[in-house]
């Protein structure tokens, strides 16, 4: 079974920048396309950014096209995702998971607990 353990969340101010990182166990990392999911008090949780297997391509949903860059080092087993110009409507707890890159749906049904992002405006 997958074990997920996503961090680096906090407070930050609008504006301001945090990394956030997923490391996987318990599957061959490297393979895997990986994704960056959020989810929002009383919303579903979306997908907001993807990067296939070697890191060579990625996905951002429209929200945060130009201000999240994701990336990963399968020797590291981690996945990153890094968060610029933060707006208050990136608030949200921060999951990753493995993701099917033709429609970007999770592959696991085991997630982490997840990082807390709080951006103040």
């Known amino acids: 079974q997958v074990q997920l353990v996503e961090s680096g969340g906090g407070l930050a101010q609008a504006g301001g920048s945090l990394r956030l990182s997923c490391t996987a166990s318990?599957?061959?990392?490297?393979?895997?396309?990986m994704g960056w999911f959020r989810q929002a008090p009383g919303k579903e949780r979306a997908i907001v950014a993807a990067?296939?297997?070697?890191?060579?391509?990625?996905y951002y949903a429209d929200s945060v096209k130009g201000r999240f860059t994701a990336s990963r080092d399968n020797a590291k087993n981690t996945a990153y995702l890094q968060m610029n110009n933060l707006k208050p409507e990136d608030t949200a707890v921060y999951y990753c998971?493995?993701?099917?890159?033709?429609?970007?749906?999770?592959?696991?049904?085991?997630w982490g607990k997840g990082t807390l992002v709080t951006v103040s405006s």
């Open positions: 998971n493995g993701v099917r890159y033709t429609d970007y749906s999770p592959l696991w049904d085991s």
């Open positions: 990067i296939n297997w070697s890191g060579g391509s990625t």
């Open positions: 318990g599957r061959t990392f490297s393979i895997y396309a």
